[in-house]
């Protein structure tokens, strides 16, 4: 399940990715599985692409 990470808490993940590399996985999680997901899950998925991807 995604969960939303303020920028403080992006900040303190020791060797972390980069936000193109976030942004792209989170588009293929997306892409590849919004069918399949409850409200839920869609709702968190929009609001990390929200938060961290403009």
């Not at 995604?2 to 997306?30: A, D, F, H, P, R």
Request: glycine letters at 6%; a negative charge; proline letters at 0%.
């Amino acid at each position: 399940m995604l969960e939303e990470l303020n920028l403080q808490e992006m900040s303190e993940i020791k060797g972390g990715i980069s936000v193109e590399e976030y942004c792209g996985t989170l588009n293929m999680l997306i892409d590849s599985n919004w069918s399949t997901w409850n409200n839920h899950q869609r709702e968190a998925a929009t609001n990390a692409w929200a938060a961290h991807c403009r």
